[in-house]
């Protein structure tokens, strides 16, 4: 019984530096919240688009609605598969194969869900570590950073085509 116990005791000491080095701390749990926010509206705009708003662009030079968001379902894979230093589980180009509403609101659900994963097993200590991103060396939770600025910028893209279509954008409601 007693080497039981010892047995027991010691691989409870011992994992526990294993289990507090997988949960997050205050820098990946802040990069979390932010992601929610862009993911939230994202999500918002394009279950609540029409599917006619999906084909809107102002000018012919630049994406459409449905291609700003079907580039942002892509780009989750691009960002987060990086920051957890892995390849990308996606090999579809969005913008070229999701081209109805259902297609790009399941194509964001996937991105945005492998992008969940990748922030709930990271610590702050791996969030540190340094990956190349773009051929640049970056911290892996500077590179989920900057996975939340893509996502504003595009959003502020569809912030602006809502407008002119008189939709009031998810953040403003």
Do not use: W
């Amino acid at each position: 019984m007693t080497k039981r116990l010892f047995a027991l005791t010691l691989a409870l000491t011992l994992s526990c530096p294993i289990a507090a080095a997988a949960q997050q701390g205050p820098v990946v749990q802040s990069l979390e919240g932010l992601n929610n926010v862009t993911t939230t509206n994202i999500m918002a705009t394009a279950e609540t688009l029409d599917e006619g708003l999906f084909s809107f662009r102002p000018t012919e030079e630049v994406r459409s609605m449905g291609q700003i968001l079907a580039h942002i379902a892509g780009a989750q894979y691009t960002f987060c598969s990086t920051a957890a230093g892995e390849s990308s589980p996606n090999s579809e180009n969005f913008e070229e194969t999701a081209t109805t509403k259902a297609q790009i609101v399941a194509a964001l659900a996937g991105g945005f869900e492998y992008c969940t994963g990748v922030y709930g097993g990271m610590s702050d200590a791996q969030g540190g570590e340094m990956v190349s991103f773009f051929g640049n060396p970056m911290a892996k939770s500077a590179v989920l950073a900057f996975n939340s600025a893509h996502n504003y910028e595009h959003y502020g893209n569809l912030v602006t085509y809502m407008r002119i279509n008189g939709v009031v954008p998810p953040s403003s409601r």
